[in-house]
């Protein structure tokens, strides 16, 4: 158990449809972030939140959306949702700002489908 | 963009062979972090690497990141069933992004 919590665990949604995906990350790490694994591919990086704000952006569409609360959890809005959404998203989080030259504590992920 | 190529793929290999993965990227890497992924799992982090040249092992796992920090490498010496999982190599170039390599799927048979 890594420490970093994802809600839901899976979640099945129609093309057109939002869905939020939320993140609780380990007690005391101040860095989150959002990746998306789609089926036998790899992890690619979406955007990282530090201390509320937002560091680094990765291949996020702009459909997709997230912030990070005054209480460190985040949250990852995908709307107008398209089949290649369908993919394992996974939130991560780290020690520091710099979050790079840190580890990161992966949390289990949220399989999402869309029919 | 910036890319990190993993090679092979896939690997599958009977228990107590030797298994190697090699990481490339297109750009220098400050550091290098390797992370294991179980089937059906999350990545966990393995190790991080930051100086050239540098070798760290752990148990079986030889880790070793290139001289010009543009690639590194992971040797398991006579793996076992426990090794089973996706390998991941990551590193950030000059930017705060962790770009993650394409992965080498390990199948170990008994």
């Known amino acids: 158990d890594s420490g970093v919590t994802q809600t839901p665990k899976h979640l099945i949604t129609a093309t057109g449809q939002r869905v939020t995906l939320r993140c609780s990350p380990r007690?005391?790490?101040?860095?989150v972030y959002w990746y998306q694994q789609s089926l036998d591919q790899g992890l690619q990086f979406l955007i990282q939140?530090?201390?509320?704000?937002?560091?680094a952006k990765g291949n996020i569409l702009e459909r997709f959306s997230a912030q990070q609360f005054p209480d460190l959890h985040s949250e990852l809005n995908l709307s107008s949702l398209e089949l290649g959404d369908s993919a394992l998203y996974f939130c991560?989080?780290?020690?520091?700002?710099?979050?790079?030259?840190?580890?990161?504590?992966f949390g289990p992920g949220t399989r999402l489908t869309v029919l | 963009g910036q890319q990190v190529m993993q090679i092979p793929q896939y690997q599958h290999v009977q228990e107590g062979e030797d298994f190697t993965t090699y990481c490339n990227s297109s750009?220098?890497?400050?550091?290098i972090q390797w992370y294991k992924q179980r089937p059906g799992g999350h990545p966990v982090f393995l190790i991080q690497?930051?100086?050239?040249?540098e070798v760290k092992k752990q148990k079986r796992l030889t880790f070793q990141f290139g001289e010009a920090k543009k690639n590194s490498s992971l040797h398991i010496t006579a793996t076992q069933t426990t090794d089973v999982g996706t390998y991941f190599c990551?590193?950030?170039?000059?930017?705060?992004?962790?770009?993650f390599g394409t992965g080498t799927r390990l199948q170990v048979f008994p």
């Open positions: 990551a590193g950030p170039p000059r930017t705060d992004k962790l770009i």
């Open positions: 750009t220098t890497l400050s550091n």
């Open positions: 007690s005391g790490d101040l860095s």
């Open positions: 991560a989080s780290s020690v520091i700002a710099q979050g790079v030259l840190d580890e990161q504590f």
């Open positions: 690497l930051v100086k050239s040249g």
């Open positions: 939140y530090y201390n509320g704000e937002e560091r």
